[in-house]
């Protein structure tokens, strides 16, 4: 029998963890939805009943992201309490399986089942909003080949490893600590990019914005200069996607009893 994965075990693992856990996940389904609900039905009433299709794409990468970090960051919290982590630890599965269980559940199903419940809120929303409408509200409508859809896939990607590479890595707060971990590293590049930034352009006001551009004085204010290599930009977010899921990895199985 192969040590790192082996199929019947795997689904056994996977049935064991949706019986142990659908009742606390379909809780947090439900929270989740009422605050969609609210949330997105406000805003429609507060603007008599529009509800353009950039402020669903707002709401949907918002709480895409928030939810999705939180959730990624308790899929692991038995490691944290000694007395869950040590049935947890000492299930005879392999590591791989039991961090295959938790990307698959945090990452594609949270991902599925997000997007199909987002839209149906969002279907009641703009349903409710057209009856106060003239004009009437059209659904967004995302490309799969078009920027703000790479942008959001890719911040909700990275910040899915971040937060569970933190869920493993830390003990207590999982979330709270991988925020703080996440904006510092950010800050830090921030702080890189500027020096690098003023050298090339040779302008002490210049101002680097990382993985976006920079911002150059123009007379008038500050122009944004984009980075017309999406691609490399995005070739380094995904290899740094990749190096913190592996991480999370040898992380888990580092972990002991």
């Known amino acids: 029998?192969?040590?790192?994965?082996?199929?019947?075990?795997?689904?056994?693992?996977?049935?064991?963890?949706?019986?142990?856990?659908?009742?606390?996940?379909?809780?947090?389904?439900?929270?989740?939805?009422g605050i969609l609900?609210?949330?997105?039905?406000?805003?429609?009433?507060?603007?008599?009943?529009?509800?353009?299709?950039g402020?669903?794409?707002?709401?949907?990468?918002?709480?895409?992201?928030?939810?999705?970090s939180i959730f990624t960051s308790m899929v692991f919290s038995d490691l944290g309490d000694k007395k869950k982590a040590i049935p947890a630890l000492t299930l005879p599965v392999s590591h791989?399986?039991?961090?295959?269980?938790?990307?698959?559940?945090?990452?594609?199903?949270?991902?599925?089942?997000?997007?199909?419940?987002?839209?149906?809120?969002?279907?009641?929303?703009?349903t409710v909003g057209n009856n106060y409408q003239i004009v009437q509200n059209e659904f967004m409508k995302p490309k799969l080949d078009s920027t703000p859809t790479y942008?959001?896939?890719m911040a909700f990607c990275l910040l899915h490893a971040v937060a569970l590479f933190g869920a493993i890595y830390f003990a207590r707060l999982h979330f709270i600590k991988s925020s703080f971990a996440f904006f510092i590293s950010l800050f830090l590049i921030w702080m890189a990019d500027q020096p690098?930034?003023?050298?090339?352009?040779?302008?002490?006001?210049?101002?680097?914005?990382?993985?976006?551009?920079?911002?150059?004085?123009?007379?008038?204010?500050?122009?944004?200069i984009r980075f017309d290599q999406?691609?490399?930009?995005?070739?380094?977010?995904?290899?740094?996607?990749i190096l913190l899921w592996t991480a999370a990895y040898f992380k888990l199985k580092e972990k002991q009893v």
């Open 196 to 224: 690098i930034a003023r050298v090339v352009f040779g302008d002490a006001k210049v101002w680097a914005v990382p993985f976006v551009g920079v911002l150059v004085p123009d007379g008038r204010g500050n122009s944004l």
């Open 96 to 126: 791989f399986e039991k961090f295959l269980v938790g990307w698959l559940y945090s990452f594609i199903i949270f991902f599925l089942v997000f997007t199909l419940s987002f839209a149906v809120v969002n279907f009641l929303v703009i």
């Open 1 to 33: 029998m192969n040590n790192t994965f082996n199929i019947q075990r795997f689904s056994r693992l996977l049935n064991k963890q949706t019986k142990d856990n659908y009742a606390s996940y379909l809780m947090s389904l439900v929270v989740l939805i």
């Open 230 to 241: 999406n691609a490399l930009v995005y070739s380094v977010i995904i290899a740094v996607i």
């Open 151 to 153: 942008a959001i896939l």
């Open 37 to 53: 609900v609210i949330t997105m039905g406000i805003t429609c009433l507060l603007d008599k009943g529009r509800f353009d299709s």
């Open 55 to 68: 402020t669903q794409v707002g709401f949907y990468a918002t709480f895409l992201i928030l939810a999705g």
